[in-house]
C-alpha cells in the first residue's frame, strides 16, 4: 500500500489568538483554517523553539534546538553561529529521501543566503559588510543553503526576503501574466528598529505573493504526484509578517472595525525585564497597534483565503484524504502587548513563544479534538518522519523532537508536562534566554537581566511576575530544579552556567559550603 503524502503549511509571525479555533473570541476571520482544525487535532500548547524565524526554521528542518544548530538569530545577524544550513545526513528532507519520498518547497527560507551571494540584495549587502572587515561572512563565500542546493524539488528564495515582493522569479511571473503590482499609502516607522510597515494592494489579488505562492505550490505538487511515489512538500508563507501589505477586498473588512485593546497593553512594565525595551515603542498609543492590526488581520485572512485555494486543488486532484497536513508557524507577534511591545524576540511571553499548530490525518471524516499537551517545533519534524515511516536507527534519533502521531488516536496519551523555548535575542544585542513551561508554571531565564515566574493558571495573561513573591519560593525552586534536569537530559550548552547562577545542582552544595565558613 502506498505511504502518505505529507503536506506542511507554514506561516510566519502568526499569532494564534488570530484564529477562532483556538477560542479567542478574535475578530479576525479564518474560516478555511477554521474548517481544517475541524478535521485536526489542535494542539492548544504549542511552544517555538525560539521566538525569531532562522532559529525556529532551522529546528523545523533539523529536529534541533537552536543552541545546537548554532541558528540562534536570524542569520548573519549578531549571536547567530551558524549562517547557512547545512546539508547533513538528519536534514528532514534526507530522512525522508531515504525511505523513498520525493520532497518540495517553496516560499520562504531564511536558513541561508546561497552559494552565490550576488544573486540578491541580502547577499550583496552580505558582502558589502565583508569588505568593511566583518569576517564572519568570509567561510560562507561560494558556499551556502537554499532548497534546491540540498535536494528540494522548487524554487530558491535566498535569506529573509522582506515578504517576498521583491524576488525576481514573482517579478516575472507578474510580467509572464500581464500583472502590475500596486500597493499604495506604504508607511514605514521613522525610529530604528521599527515594525511597523503597512501598505494596501490595490492591484489584483492575483497580483500577491501569496497568490504566486500557490501557483508555484500547486505546480511543485503536480511534479511530485506524478509518480507512485509518495511525496513531502511544504508550503511557506511570508506573512502575516510585516511588510504588512493586504489587499483592499482584506483590508474593507477591519478598515473601520474597532480592535480591542490587548490586556496588557497598558501595563505597568517599569520593573520588568530592561532587554524586553529594545522592542518596546515609547510613548505609543493603542491606536498605533490597533491600524497595525487591521493590516495584519487583513494579511492573515488573505492568506486564509490563499490556503482554501491550495486544499481545494488538492482536493480536485484527489490527494486531500490521502495527505496528512500539518499547519504551523515559526512564531507569534508582539502587536502591543506588555506595555507596546512589537516584533517578536526578547521578550518571551505567550505571544510570541505560542504558536498555532494543527495535524489532520491521511484519512477521510476525521473528528477532529483540541489536545493540551506541551509541544514543540522539534515535534514537528518527528511527527513527519514517523508519518513516512523512518524509523531512527541511530543516536540521532528524532533529534530533539518526538512523535505526535499516536495523538490522532489517542487524546490520552500520557506526555510530559514540561517545555523549553530558547532565545538569544535579535538585531545587534544578544541576551541568553530560557523560557521554561513546567505544569502550571512559567519560568523564564534572561540571562544578565530579571528573570520572571508566572502563574499561568492564576494569571494566563503574565501580567504578575512572582520572581520575587515569598509565597512562591518553593515553587520556583523546584521548577528551577527541573528545568537544570531538562538540560541535562538534552544537552543544553548552558545548563552548567545556568546552575552556576542559580546556585542549583552541584552548585548548590558548593555555595552551601562557602555560606556557612
Known sequence: MKRKNIIFICTDQHRKDTLSAYRSNTICKTPVLDQ?????????????????????????????????????????????????????????????????????????????????????????????????????????????????????????????????????????????????????????????????????????????????????????????SQDDQPFYFQLNFWGPHEPFFAPTKYLDMYRDVEIPENPSFSEDVSDGPRIYNLIRRPEVSWDFFQDTLRHYYACTTHIDAQIGRFLDYLKEKGLYEDTMIIFSADHGDNQGCHGGLENKSYSMYDDTTQIPLFIKPARAQYEGYHQDAFVGTCDIYATILKEAGYEPTDAFGYGDGRPLNDFIDQPDLPWSDEIMCEGMGAFSVIVTQRMFRKGRYKYVFNGADKDQFFDMEADPNEMHNLIDDPSYADDLYRVKNVCADWMQEHGDIIRDAFCKLNHLKEWETLYKEIDTK
Open 36 to 224: 481544517l482544525a475541524k478535521e485536526s487535532v489542535v494542539f492548544d500548547n504549542t511552544y517555538t523553539t525560539c521566538p525569531v524565524c532562522t532559529p525556529a526554521r532551522g529546528s523545523m528542518q533539523t529536529g534541533l534546538y537552536p543552541s545546537k544548530t548554532g541558528m540562534e538569530t536570524n542569520s548573519f545577524q549578531t549571536g547567530c553561529r551558524t549562517h547557512e544550513l547545512s546539508d547533513v545526513p538528519f536534514l528532514l528532507n534526507r530522512r525522508l529521501e531515504s525511505v523513498g519520498y520525493r520532497c518540495g518547497y517553496t516560499g520562504k527560507w531564511h536558513l541561508g543566503v546561497g552559494k552565490d551571494k550576488t544573486a540578491t540584495g541580502e547577499g550583496k549587502a552580505l558582502l558589502g559588510i565583508l569588505e568593511k572587515g566583518f569576517l564572519e561572512v568570509a567561510p560562507y563565500i561560494g558556499r551556502g543553503c537554499v532548497p534546491t542546493e540540498i535536494g528540494y524539488i522548487g524554487d530558491d528564495f535566498p535569506g529573509h526576503g522582506n515578504g517576498g515582493w521583491r524576488f525576481p522569479q514573482f517579478e516575472q511571473y507578474l510580467k509572464d501574466n500581464n500583472l502590475s503590482l500596486s500597493i499604495i499609502n506604504q508607511t514605514t516607522g521613522k525610529l530604528p528598529g521599527d515594525h511597523s510597515t503597512v501598505g494596501e494592494v490595490t492591484s489584483p489579488i492575483e497580483s500577491t505573493i501569496e497568490y504566486y505562492l500557490v501557483e508555484r505550490a500547486k505546480a511543485i505538487v503536480d511534479e511530485l
